[in-house]
């Protein structure tokens, strides 16, 4: 959990949608203490995130690949223009299917796995592609840094193989 000056900036509650990229991870959320707020889809998750990170001034986001992600710019984008704290992790395919460049659904089929978070630099501070096990804690360290200091969204790409 994210520790800021008090107890009432930590990260409680997660939202997001559940989806075939992202179901793994959903699997930790309860046993690390934390709420998993479902939703009825994607863009209502990001505006629910946003909200709740400029009243407890820190949130998650969880959302599958492709489609997902896709329905919750909006959101994201708001919360970038009003500097409101916003993790948006983004359950995507494998590292190993990605770097195989396999066809899958919600791509383009064109074996092009960055584009989503190609799309989300203009809406987020950092943006992170965990497809490789021994320096995903340090480039979490590092988003984050970077996430407490401009307090703006960062975007996850969390393969399921590595959740």
Known sequence: MLNYENDSKQVRSIYGVSGDFSLVSLDYIEPAGLNWVGNANELNAGYA?????????ITAL????????????????????????????????????????LIMHHSFGDGDFRRYARVYEEFTCVQ?????????????????REFLLQRR????ELPTDLV
């Open 49 to 57: 995130a946003d909200g709740y990170a400029r009243i407890k001034g």
């Open 62 to 101: 969880i959302t599958a690949f492709g489609v997902g992600e896709l329905s919750t710019l909006d959101a994201v984008g708001g919360a970038f223009a009003e500097r409101a704290p916003v993790v948006h992790i983004a359950g995507v395919p494998s590292a190993a299917l990605q770097k195989a460049r």
């Open 153 to 156: 969204p960062v975007y996850i």
């Open 128 to 144: 992170v592609n965990l497809d490789d096990a021994g320096a995903a804690a340090e480039m979490v360290d590092e988003m984050l």
